[in-house]
């Protein structure tokens, strides 16, 4: 009881440190807060403006695995829709011939039943143990719990692809390429990953709040400082909706004049039932009474999908990002459902991961499917992809592709 406690109270203050950094919160306790954020963003600005310098400096080594690496990744932390672009990527190069492994560190994943301490492990002259096989190409080998939300979704939709988690991305890149024979690897949120060396960094940049307020952690969302986007090879704005971007790219044209830059939109593509067989298509929504749960960073885009098709939207219930929902919490969302004459409930594919597969339910309830479609940039996909699957177009590779080129960002 005390530890559900201590959960509730330490989830109430990450929402309102969350709610600080979007400045949501005002008065005088949320201005200190903001000042101590503050003086802490320097610091972390000072790390990471240091580490890549060390790197560049070649005082910190990157390794070379003898294989083509692309990194997926951003400069934000949250939703910036990079699991259907690391999807769409992996299978377009699979579709090609390449044997692709994609390489996560698993956020949020269980890690080994048993863990050594610190000092055990130090002292310890047993190799470390390999990372953790999602998929092998052929068969889904892990949970969502044990594998991580986003890894067991691409294991999931790319049969055919290797999927491996552990935080150590060259531990894992060389276990892809002995065990597996892989001769391209994905990293999934990999663009602060600086130890593996990379030819292609596919930098995903959220239209809809592209910087934040341009503050690194913890007083904004920037991993790191917005000139970095001068490490891009390309550059993806997701989240489009057709309206003008003329702005935000020439606000990223000022850091990487000659970026290419690929324009794209989720669109959702069909329901699913969770747990269960049925499919429906997305005009079933149309003035039907709506239910919406989701534990995911950007909550507001998956609900405005949903009404953006008419739905009734009645009810709708957040949590933290990567929640994983209690039996407790499902049959509160089931009871409200009910009692509020809901036709159906709806949650995100990457929810709808993190509820057992023998959980069923007393109404409908469906996931919403989404996929990425590119609205202008489709040559320079193309090309990105040509450039990794055909050996006459590696010579193409310039030294923007290269991280640890010369020229560091400012």
């Known amino acids: 009881m005390a530890l559900n406690r201590l959960k509730k109270r330490l989830n109430q203050f990450e929402l309102y440190t969350i ?29 990471a ?9 070649r005082l910190l080594q990157d390794q070379y695995l003898g294989c083509l690496v692309v990194v997926v990744g951003n400069l934000t932390v949250g939703g910036t829709g990079k699991t259907p672009v690391v ?3 992996a299978r377009a190069l699979a579709d090609r011939g390449r044997k692709v492994a994609i390489l996560s560190r698993g956020y949020k994943s269980r890690g080994p039943a048993t863990r050594r301490p610190w000092w055990q492990r130090l002292l310890s002259d047993r190799a470390p143990p390999p ?3 999602v998929s092998d190409g052929t068969s889904v080998l892990l949970d969502s719990e044990t594998a991580g939300d986003e890894p067991f979704m691409l294991a999931r939709n790319l049969p055919g692809v290797v999927v491996l988690v552990d935080k150590n991305r060259v531990k894992s890149g060389t276990y892809a390429i002995r065990k597996f024979g892989c001769d391209t690897l994905v990293l999934d949120d990999g663009f602060q990953y600086l130890p593996l060396k990379s030819r292609l960094n596919l930098l995903l940049v959220d239209k809809t709040n592209p910087f934040g307020n341009r503050q690194l952690l913890p007083r904004g969302i920037l991993r790191e400082p917005v000139s970095h986007i001068r490490r891009a090879s390309y550059v993806f ?3 489009c909706d057709g309206r003008d971007n003329r702005a935000l790219i020439a606000d990223i044209r000022r850091y990487h004049p000659t970026v290419d830059i690929i324009e ?8 699913q039932e969770v747990n269960g067989p049925r499919r429906e ?8 009474r709506v239910g919406a749960f989701s534990g995911i960073a950007a909550p507001d885009s998956f609900e405005n999908f949903l009404r953006q098709f008419r739905a009734n939207l009645i009810y709708t219930r957040r949590f933290l990002d990567h929640y994983r929902f209690t039996g407790e919490d499902l049959d509160h969302i089931v009871t409200q459902a009910m009692e509020a004459g809901l036709d159906f409930l709806v949650t995100t594919e990457k929810d709808a991961v993190r509820i057992t597969e023998d959980r069923t339910f007393p109404l409908p309830v469906f996931f919403l499917r989404l996929e990425i479609e590119i609205l202008s940039g489709v040559a ?7 450039r990794i699957c055909f050996p006459e177009n590696r010579s193409a590779l310039s030294s923007r592709d290269d991280p640890a080129g010369k020229t560091a960002p400012a």
């Open 49 to 57: 403006k240091s580490r890549w310098w060390l790197y560049q400096k």
């Open 87 to 89: 999807e769409k990527f």
């Open 380 to 386: 320079d996909f193309q090309e990105a992809v040509s």
């Open 264 to 271: 794209c939109a989720h669109r959702p593509a069909y329901l």
């Open 19 to 47: 709610e600080v950094i979007l400045d949501k919160r005002h008065g005088k306790r949320a201005a200190c807060y903001k000042t101590l954020l503050w003086a802490l963003s320097l610091l972390f600005r000072l790390i």
């Open 131 to 133: 990372p953790k096989v």
């Open 281 to 288: 298509e997305l005009s079933c929504l149309q003035g039907r």
């Open 237 to 239: 704005l997701t989240k």
